[in-house]
C-alpha cells in the first residue's frame, strides 16, 4: 500500500494529503490550487508556520530571517538555489522574524539568519549565519 504523506498548504495553510509515488507529478493544494511540492521558498506567516513544522511529513527547512539583516538577504539566492534542488526530498520555507517575533521567542533564536530543519513535528538540527546552497543542500542531506 502506498504511503500517504501530509503537506501543508503554504498559500492557504490547508493540510493535504498526497500519495508518496505522487509527490513527483506536482501534486496541488485541494482548497486553493497551489503546487504543494514547487521546488520555490514560500513566505510564511505564523500560523501556516505552526502547523507546517508540526504536521508535514516531508523535512521542512526554515529560514528564520528579517528584511534588515544584510546576510540574511545575501542568503536569500542561495536558499532559493537549494530549494530547487531539494524538491520533493524537503520543503524550504521562511518566516519574517520582524514580522511574527512570537515565533522567535519561543524558539529562543538569537540570531539571524538561523536555518532549523524539522521533522515530524519536532526541531531535527539548526544551522546559524549565511550559507552558500551546496552547504544548505548537505545539511539537509546529512539531517533530514
Excluded at 22 to 36: A, E, Q, S
Excluded at 39 to 53: C, N
Excluded at 89 to 104: F, G, Q, Y
Aim: net charge positive.
Amino acid at each position: 500500500m502506498n504511503e500517504a504523506l501530509k503537506l501543508t498548504c503554504a498559500t492557504c495553510g490547508q493540510m493535504n494529503r498526497v500519495p508518496a509515488d505522487k509527490l513527483g507529478l506536482g501534486p496541488k493544494c485541494g482548497t486553493c490550487g497551489d503546487p504543494l511540492v514547487s521546488g520555490k521558498v514560500a513566505e510564511l506567516d505564523s500560523r501556516t508556520h505552526d502547523k507546517m513544522v508540526q504536521n508535514d511529513s516531508l523535512p521542512v527547512l526554515v529560514d528564520y530571517w528579517a528584511p534588515w539583516c544584510g546576510p540574511c538577504r545575501m542568503m536569500a539566492p542561495q536558499f532559493a538555489q537549494a530549494a530547487t534542488a531539494l524538491k520533493g526530498r524537503a520543503r524550504l520555507v521562511k518566516i519574517n522574524t520582524e514580522d511574527h517575533p512570537r515565533i522567535s521567542q519561543r524558539l529562543g533564536i538569537r540570531g539571524i539568519p538561523l536555518l532549523v530543519l524539522w521533522q515530524n513535528g519536532r526541531e531535527v538540527a539548526r544551522l546559524a549565519g549565511a550559507r552558500p546552497a551546496a552547504e544548505i543542500e548537505g545539511f539537509v542531506r546529512a539531517h533530514g
